[in-house]
């Protein structure tokens, strides 16, 4: 069982150019993303989060449900969702503001337990800036780390929601400890100012880092690099794509046996390689049509 721990949201998304433009709901939030991707590719999915009543809360819920994701983790609350207004630029990116005052998910609180069978918990981003409820899923990182699951992180920049970056880049560092493998795109690394071996150093086992359309590349602890190209595909959106690598990555290792800092070790040159082209074949997918709608397995099948 992979459990993702994070927010779930409504993004608002624009439906032609300009500011005035109509904005059509979608079911979002980068760790939710992550949590549908892993369950349309067959990975035993857990959802650890807070969620609203309110329709659009149920409406989040009942997606996971028909995805086959576990939801019994999920905390409630009467407070409204959280709404994320996206833009999509000419290139298919996707920039967002955030209304997130008074929102069920930044409420969370640190649970008693995990499901049965856990092996691994995914964090990210709003989830770890937003408090208290950033303070709760810190909590639960080093708690799951302390007892010896594999921990992901994908800290997914949304720099209009970071009021203190220097105190965010510090509390960033603060994390690497108790995180198994970091995963995160170029633009994050450019934002956080670090490099992958000055991470590697403070304790995960593995970094990933999305470039794009570039593909992908792994830095490993033992000084190894290896990269992989991008697919290429007519890109409608990049929404999602980020959260549908960090599944693959997860899934792949799950289905390798692998989710431990020395299996991620022993992986060498032909097993990243294939981890990272399975992960470039998801995003592509994802890419290709809009909003966040990761692949099924049968649609990344090598």
């Not at 990975?43 to 009942?62: H, M, N, Q």
């Not at 949304?158 to 995963?183: C, E, H, M, N, T």
């Amino acid at each position: 069982m992979i459990v993702v721990a994070g927010e779930a949201l409504i993004d608002l998304v624009p439906q032609a150019p300009g500011a005035l433009a109509a904005l059509t709901p979608a079911l979002g939030g980068g760790p939710y993303n992550t949590a549908v991707a892993l369950g349309r590719l067959g990975s035993p999915v857990a959802f650890c989060s807070r969620v609203s009543y309110d329709a659009f809360g149920e409406a989040l819920l009942d997606r996971l449900r028909q995805t086959g994701v576990d939801v019994s983790p999920v905390q409630r609350g009467t407070e409204p969702t959280t709404l994320a207004v996206a833009t999509v630029g000419a290139d298919g990116s996707a920039a967002y503001s955030f209304y997130v005052e008074g929102t069920a998910d930044r409420l969370f609180r640190t649970p008693a337990a995990l499901p049965s069978g856990t092996r691994a918990v995914s964090f990210g981003t709003c989830s770890l800036v937003l408090e208290p409820g950033a303070s709760a899923y810190e909590e639960l990182m080093r708690e799951s780390a302390a007892r010896g699951l594999f921990t992901a992180l994908d800290p997914n920049i949304r720099s209009g929601l970071i009021a203190d970056p220097d105190g965010y880049r510090a509390r960033f560092k603060s994390w690497l400890p108790s995180v198994s493998l970091l995963k995160l795109s170029a633009e994050d690394a450019e934002w956080l100012g670090g490099t992958p071996r000055e991470w590697l150093a403070s304790g995960p086992a593995a970094v990933v880092v999305t470039l794009g359309g570039d593909g992908l590349t792994v830095f490993t602890r033992d000084g190894s690099v290896y990269a992989v190209p991008g697919e290429q595909v007519d890109v409608v959106d990049t929404i999602g794509a980020g959260d549908t690598v960090n599944a693959a990555l997860l899934h792949g290792l799950a289905a390798r046996d692998a989710l431990t800092p020395e299996a991620l070790a022993s992986l060498g040159a032909d097993g990243w390689t294939d981890l990272l082209g399975f992960a470039a074949r998801a995003a592509a997918v994802t890419c290709s049509r809009a909003g966040a709608e990761p692949p099924y397995a049968h649609e990344v099948a090598a």
